[in-house]
């Protein structure tokens, strides 16, 4: 498509309409094609189709957070999930035992491919267990409950492969939670027993 | 972050072509005044028919097929019922409009017997003379409706030729067009915003859809009541009372009122009065001990003195239309103040206050 627009460096409002002009309408959609991979690598949207891709890509939200912004606070109502496409995003929570309710505890790092807040989809007014930042630029895609319930009710096939992998998601997640807090219970049990290492 | 940049380029773009077709059409809606009855009228149709849209879209069709399927099955129920009906009605509103000074001759009389038995009864401490009032109203009102006329005429042809197109769009695009606003929503309000959008949706589709069926059954029992009784003009004055019965409170009276002048100025106060009366009070004793109950007050659950106010402040500010949408709007702003109150108070409980 011949040279980049750079030599017209110019200011203002006549830069931007040298550079939309220039631009490559030809060449395929990027963004577009990040938001179609990062669905189909999803584990809720994996094994769809390229169609039901597709819809599911027609429901979503793209949002951009610049760094340091907060995509959702703890103890905010939540109503849905968010995959990373790019960027990287910190979780903290309040520490209740810090006599500084601003001093917030580091849990966790995520970054692109990842997914989080999936809770939210199937609670009723749940509220956020952790504050999410994002530490770089990010850009990220939501699914939220008006978005399932339109699946719901205009696909209720994809509907019921989505609630499973779902239900699967949530099942690993309690796994986890029950297995670390048996873990905890144990060592807690160990330290108190006279004699137990 | 070069596809990013790309994107936000492309995206502002979009925007500033989008904020300028919303404001535009903003200002178009506000400039002519017509363009606002046809917006109300085509969203009431989206969202009567955006579920057998949704129906058919789940069978495999595209929405747009989906959209050309419900259109193409409407065109030809108008056509079967402007086959069936509109001769009918048609002669009805003939024979109505010939009998005309026929029956407003005869409501004068009535209030002229009612004010001479109020006159007698007061002892002459008050002087009322409803009669002459209501004669000297109509006329009034005749010279008003003949002056405003051509404004009718206008209203109704814009309405009937715009609404159909702009709920086609509705219907097609609404979701795109509603994405599209969302996405100008700042990141800290996003989720909050989404909610709000989805909740107010939902119950204002549910809210159309109770309200348009509750009519159709009133139109249907007042239809089959008249048409026992004999009584002339049935299907004119039920679609009249159907479309009164949008009006909460007062509407189910405003409706009774042409069948009931028909019945005393044919007969008198006798049986056949008393019939439709009967046929007028089933209607609404179904209405309100049924289909209100079972279908409408699930939905919107507002105190019956914020429906009053509602529809008070909507009549002084946009007339019948404003009476029609009134409910609507409250309900939606109802929806707003428990959602951020909600938010700001962070109140796991339910908040219990009953607007």
């Not at chain 1, 395929?28 to 809720?44: F, G, P």
């Not at chain 1, 029950?178 to 219970?185: D, M, Q, V």
């Not at chain 2, 809210?207 to 299907?235: C, D, K, M, Q, T």
């Not at chain 2, 089933?282 to 049924?290: E, G, N, P, R, Y």
Request: with cysteine; hydrophobic share 50%; aromatic share 10%.
């Amino acid at each position: 498509m011949g040279a980049r627009p750079d030599a017209f460096s110019t200011h203002g409002a006549s830069a931007f309409m040298v550079s939309y002009i220039w631009e490559n309408f030809f060449r395929k959609d990027s963004s577009a094609t990040d938001h179609d991979r990062a669905l189909s690598e999803n584990y809720l949207f994996k094994g769809l189709s390229k169609s039901e891709i597709s819809f599911i890509k027609s429901l979503v939200h793209h949002r951009v957070y610049k760094a340091g912004e907060s995509i959702f606070r703890q103890g905010e109502l939540g109503i849905g999930m968010y995959i990373i496409i790019a960027g990287n995003i910190s979780f903290s929570v309040e520490d209740g035992s810090s006599p500084d309710p601003q001093k917030a505890r580091y849990i966790t790092r995520l970054s692109a491919g990842d997914f989080f807040g999936e809770i939210a989809l199937v609670e009723q007014a749940g509220r956020r267990t952790a504050t999410a930042t994002a530490t770089s630029e990010c850009s990220l895609l939501g699914f939220f409950k008006p978005d399932l319930a339109e699946v719901i009710e205009r696909n209720p096939r994809l509907a019921v492969k989505i609630l499973n992998r779902l239900g699967e998601v949530l099942a690993r997640r309690l796994k986890e939670t029950t297995s670390r807090l048996t873990e905890i219970k144990q060592e807690r049990k160990d330290t108190e027993t006279p004699g137990g290492n | 972050m070069a596809i990013e940049q790309a994107w936000r380029r492309r995206n502002r773009i979009q925007f500033i072509a989008f904020l300028c077709i919303l404001a535009l059409t903003l200002v178009g809606v506000i400039v002519f005044e017509n363009l606002l009855f046809a917006f109300v009228v085509a969203i009431m149709s989206g969202f009567l028919l955006a579920p057998v849209v949704s129906y058919i879209e789940v069978r495999g069709m595209r929405r747009l097929t989906a959209v050309l399927i419900v259109y193409f099955f409407l065109a030809v129920l108008a056509t079967l019922v402007i086959w069936a009906f509109v001769p009918a009605l048609a002669e009805q509103f003939n024979t109505l409009r010939a009998g005309l000074p026929h029956y407003l001759d005869a409501l004068a009389k009535l209030l002229d017997s009612l004010s001479e038995n109020l006159n007698s009864n007061a002892g002459g401490i008050i002087h009322i003379d409803l009669g002459d009032r209501v004669r000297v109203w109509l006329v009034d009102r005749s010279a008003a409706f003949a002056a405003s006329l051509p404004e009718y005429i206008s209203t109704s042809v814009t309405v009937l030729l715009l609404s159909p197109i702009l709920t086609f769009f509705i219907l097609k695009d609404g979701q795109t067009i509603s994405r599209r606003l969302l996405g100008l929503v700042p990141n800290s309000i996003f989720e909050l915003t989404l909610s709000l959008q989805s909740q107010i949706s939902a119950q204002i589709g549910q809210f159309i859809r109770a309200r348009l069926l509750e009519s159709v059954i009133v139109s249907l029992v007042v239809l089959i009541g008249l048409w026992i009784v004999g009584f002339p003009f049935p299907i004119l004055l039920a679609l009249f009372a159907g479309v009164a019965n949008l009006i909460p409170y007062i509407g189910p009276i405003f409706g009774a009122i042409p069948g009931c002048i028909i019945a005393f100025a044919n007969a008198g106060v006798g049986a056949k009065f008393l019939f439709v009366i009967v046929v007028y009070t089933s209607a609404q004793l179904i209405d309100i001990f049924f289909i209100i109950p079972l279908v409408v007050a699930r939905i919107v659950d507002l105190h019956p003195l914020t429906v009053i106010f509602a529809v008070i402040l909507g009549s002084k500010l946009l007339g019948v239309l404003g009476m029609l949408i009134s409910i609507p709007v409250v309900a939606a702003l109802k929806v707003i103040i428990v959602n951020i109150y909600r938010h700001l108070t962070d109140d796991l409980i339910e908040p219990t206050l009953r607007l």
